[in-house]
Antibody
C-alpha cells in the first residue's frame, strides 16, 4: 500500500526558505488520477491546506500563502516538494503531505515539525 | 473561501454513548465533504468521504450524512479508541478548507 514520508530541516531561521520533500513509496507517483498536497497544523490548532500539484505539474495554492509557496513534483524520484519563502514564527507547524483523489486526502504522511526560530 | 464551522468544539462522552458532530458550510458544497479522525501526535485519518461514504476499513459505527450546507458525523456506541479530534473538510471549491475540529473527550 502507498506510504508517504516527509523530510527536511526541523529548524529554519526567520526570513529564510522552508523546504520539505514528501517521498512516496508503494506505488508510482504517476499512477492513477492523483494530486499531491501539503497541509500544516500549528501546535494545538486546526489544519490549514497549503496547496497541491498534479503529476503533470498543475498546481493550486491557498491564496493566503500563494505569494510564498511553490510545490513541485519529481516523478523520477517519486517525490514532491514544498518551498515556503520568507518564513516567520507564524509558519511554525507540523507539515503533512497527503495524496488527493477526488474528494479525499488519503493516505497522509506522519508529519514533520518545522520550527522557525533564530 | 468556504468557511466550515464545526460544533461543538469539544464534548465529553462515555464509552457506549452516541455522539453527533455538526459541520456547517458557508455556502452550498453539495456532498463534497470528508471527515477525518486525528489522535494526538498522529496524522489525520480518513473516515468518510462524499459526506456519507465510509472509507474501507473504518468501523460501521461511524456514519455521515447531509448535503448542501449542513453535515453530521455520528459515532454509535463510542469505543475507547474513538476519543480523538474530528475534522471536516470541503472539496467543492478551492481553496480547500477544514473545520476547526471537535475534540471528543472521556467523561
Amino acid at each position: 500500500h502507498v506510504q508517504l514520508q516527509e523530510s527536511g530541516p526541523g529548524l529554519v531561521k526567520p526570513s529564510q526558505t522552508l523546504s520539505l520533500t514528501c517521498s512516496v513509496s508503494g506505488d508510482s507517483i504517476t499512477s492513477g488520477s492523483y494530486y499531491w498536497s501539503w497541509v500544516r497544523q500549528p501546535a494545538g490548532e486546526g489544519l490549514e491546506w497549503i496547496g497541491l500539484i498534479s503529476t503533470f505539474g498543475r498546481t493550486n495554492y491557498n491564496p493566503s500563502l500563494k505569494s510564498r509557496v511553490t510545490i513541485s513534483v519529481d516523478t523520477s524520484k517519486n517525490q514532491f516538494s514544498l518551498n515556503l519563502t520568507s518564513v516567520t514564527a507564524a509558519d511554525t507547524a507540523v507539515y503533512y503531505c497527503a495524496r488527493v483523489l477526488m474528494a479525499t486526502m488519503n493516505p497522509w504522511g506522519q508529519g514533520t515539525l518545522v520550527t522557525v526560530s533564530s | 473561501a468556504i468557511q466550515l464551522t464545526q460544533s461543538p468544539s469539544s464534548l465529553s462522552a462515555s464509552v457506549g454513548d452516541r455522539v453527533t458532530i455538526t459541520c456547517r458550510a458557508s455556502q452550498d458544497i453539495s456532498s463534497d465533504l470528508a471527515w477525518y479522525q486525528q489522535k494526538p501526535g498522529k496524522a489525520p485519518h480518513l473516515l468518510i468521504y462524499d459526506a456519507s461514504t465510509l472509507e474501507s476499513g473504518v468501523p460501521s459505527r461511524f456514519s455521515g450524512s447531509g448535503s448542501g450546507t449542513e453535515f453530521t458525523l455520528t459515532i454509535n456506541t463510542l469505543q475507547p479508541e474513538d476519543f480523538a479530534t474530528y475534522f471536516c473538510q470541503q472539496f467543492n471549491r478551492y481553496p480547500l478548507t477544514f473545520g476547526g475540529g471537535t475534540r471528543v473527550e472521556i467523561k
